[in-house]
């Protein structure tokens, strides 16, 4: 047996390059299936750039969108639900330049159908009959948030005629077809409220000539967070809606007005369905009268498992393993028997399988988001760690720990490894405990990494998620300092040698926990983060417009508090407190978070003469996605921890 070398923590060498985590490995996304003709696809982020369309065959993968195009939306800016799959095979999609485009699978073609300067569209769903396809459409003819509007709009495949459905709601997501197209459902909500918890459930006749009538309400009128509705092959209506805490499974039966929860006996803490930021989540499918293929998630941990709809009973399908991270748009049904799933297992990134069920059920890889192949005693295993704080006010703190490891190295005797704590955005998002190579490119040369999911992380129960709100700030900076000190007192990290990163509203959390915590962290690195909350709140985008209003301001508060909170919570106006080296990275095309956010902040420290570097990508937008922006990011923020915490 080959004997370890000694290294300092944060040397080691390590297999896993920056090619690694960025020109060999991509996003999986969007499943999507016609039962009648079996044939499937799914979304694939492109090396260069853009995103293309897969088809799943018996024969392997083939791409079926030429370079050119890019299925694409930019509805709400954060996009999502870029396209689907015609009852004759052909695909609409939304293409990277917002207009809407039919694509022949078989030839390649593609052809435009509708589309003008001002309209966007997403969240497509074909009618199974007609010539008609429902979808969402964003207006930027007045392109402020108060005045950009959104539709449900019905697109004719044949002439490109376009109607608008509905248009009395501020904003609409996922519109449904059942599986005889008689009736189509949806979600709405209106300012100022949100879709956590304010989005309802609507159903509509529809008429054969494009048109709808006899609107009501199924669900969502006492703020019960409905969620991911979805149609079963039998007429079912299936929805999330929380209750008792959690958000849990409801079917309507054909014919029936009532909805009855799925009870699933041992999971009554799990979640049953998603509402996000990004359009069109697909956490769970039902595959027939009986069966049904759900992700549940409980304390940020996914798995995948079958409910026998006529008993009660389920199983669990794939181990953590390879599936302990599902979200997002990941979910298809193929057929009665069998569906598509993209998830990630404690040791497996991102893959996509075939699964299928009955008594020799079987689960098979067909896509790695990695073309790497390391050996499995590389990667370093996520603990999942659950701390009671310290401070007030008294409360429980999750997160996932991966130790350094490395099977070639060791650190001296009596070291302890630094510490990189990564803060997801949202804020009300979630970090799973998934394979990421770029978690592994750190722990494999020697550092400890920690996802932190913060008071006001999904994934965890309602009361979890909503403590955040008018504790924006305050709670989960809090959090971030109360774990390095877990971690340090616990001899599991290095004093002093702790730094913090993240993306947007993680962004944020690095900001204001450097000003509020300025002695626990010795370096952050943010990506188009937070700095000044009110100017956010005049400049962002409609979807989040009135986002900040209830992150930090408790109900109940004059005009006057909301001001001062705007204020007091924003770091740009606290940078005399920040003591540690920062790392700001931002996009010049960022819509969501404008770049000024990140170009006051380090103007403002340079004024003090504070250790502050920013980078520009003249060509990014929110988040650095662009292949060659991903590697500048890795590059850069290795270079700054090397720096700042060996």
């Known amino acids: 047996m080959e004997s370890k070398k000694a290294v300092p923590y944060g040397s080691w060498e390590s297999p896993i390059s920056l090619d690694s985590v960025v020109s060999k490995s991509w996003k999986l996304s969007s499943p999507r299936a016609n039962a009648k003709s079996g044939r499937a696809f799914y979304t694939e982020r492109r090396e260069a750039g853009g995103i293309s369309i897969i088809e799943i065959t018996d024969n392997g993968l083939k791409d079926v969108l030429p370079a050119e195009y890019s299925a694409k939306s930019s509805v ?26 039919i694509l022949n699978p078989d030839t390649r073609a593609a052809s435009r159908l509708t589309g003008e300067p001002n309209l966007r569209y997403s969240d497509f769903d074909a009618h199974p009959t007609q010539p008609w396809v429902i979808a969402n459409q964003e207006d930027h003819e007045n392109d402020t948030p108060t005045e950009v509007r959104n539709y449900i709009v019905g697109i004719n495949t044949r002439t490109g005629e376009v109607n608008r459905l509905l248009d009395t709601a501020d904003f609409y997501y996922t519109p449904y077809f059942n599986p005889d197209g008689t009736k189509f459902v949806w979600l709405e909500w209106n300012h100022p409220d949100l879709p956590f918890d304010a989005a309802k459930l609507y159903m509509a006749t529809w008429n054969t000539d494009g048109h709808i009538c006899d609107i009501q309400l199924v669900a969502g009128k ?31 039966l054909p014919g029936e007005q009532i909805s009855n929860e799925v009870v699933v006996d041992g999971l009554e803490n799990a979640e049953f369905g998603e509402i996000r930021w990004y359009q069109g989540s697909h956490t769970y499918a039902p595959l027939s009268e009986r069966y049904l293929a759900a992700c549940p998630v409980n304390a940020g941990v996914s798995q995948l498992i079958l409910i026998d709809l006529n008993n009660g009973s389920w199983r669990r399908i794939g181990d953590a393993s390879i599936l302990s991270e599902v979200m997002l748009d990941a979910v298809a049904r193929l057929d009665d028997t069998a569906f598509f799933v993209i998830g990630a297992g404690t040791t497996t990134a991102q893959t996509l399988y075939r699964c299928s069920v009955g008594e020799s059920g079987s689960i098979s890889a067909l896509r790695k988001s ?35 490891h490395n099977p070639k190295f060791e650190a001296p005797d009596a070291s302890l490894p630094p510490l990189i704590m990564i803060v997801h955005g949202g804020p009300t998002a979630y970090t799973g405990l998934g394979l990421k190579l770029r978690i592994q490119y750190f722990t494999s040369r020697g550092y400890a990494v920690l996802a932190l999911n913060h008071t006001g992380s999904s994934g965890h129960g309602q009361k979890y998620r909503d403590a955040l709100f008018g504790n924006w700030g305050l709670v989960d900076s809090d959090d971030a300092a109360e774990f390095v000190e877990y971690l340090v007192a616990n001899g599991r990290v290095k004093a002093g040698a702790a730094g913090i990163t993240g993306v947007s509203a993680g962004g944020y959390n690095t900001l204001r926990t450097l000003t509020r915590h300025p002695k626990t962290f010795a370096a952050g690195v943010c990506l188009s983060g937070i700095s000044d909350i009110k100017r956010l709140d005049e400049a962002t985008h409609k979807l989040e417009s009135d986002y900040a209003d209830h992150l930090v301001t408790p109900p109940g508060s004059s005009k006057e508090d909301r001001e001062r909170n705007l204020r007091d919570r ?77």
């Not at 954060?78 to 917002?98: E, T």
């Not at 192949?373 to 409360?395: A, D, K, N, T």
């Not at 978070?593 to 103007?603: D, G, V």
């Open 76 to 101: 709400y800016e954060y996009g999502g639900a870029p396209y689907a799959v015609l009852p004759d095979d052909r695909i609409i999609f939304s293409n990277k330049d917002g207009a809407v485009y």
């Open 222 to 252: 006492d703020g019960e967070g409905v969620a991911e509705p979805r149609w079963g092959p039998d007429g079912s209506l299936y929805f999330g809606k929380e209750v008792r805490g959690y958000r849990r499974l409801f079917r309507i």
């Open 370 to 404: 990695t073309d790497e192949e390391f050996e499995g005693s590389l990667y370093s295993v996520p603990e999942s760690l659950v701390i009671s704080s310290q401070e007030s006010p008294s409360r429980r703190i999750h997160a996932f720990l991966w130790p350094p």
């Open 570 to 646: 924003s770091p740009l106006y606290h940078v005399d407190k920040i003591e540690s080296p920062l790392l700001l990275l931002h996009g010049a095309k960022d819509f969501v978070t404008p770049l000024e956010q990140a170009q006051k902040m380090a103007n403002a420290i340079k004024a003090r003469g504070g250790d502050v570097e920013i980078i520009i990508a003249p060509d990014e937008g929110h988040g650095f996605s662009q292949p060659h922006n991903a590697r500048l990011w890795l590059e850069e923020e290795e270079k700054w921890w090397r720096r700042t915490l060996l």
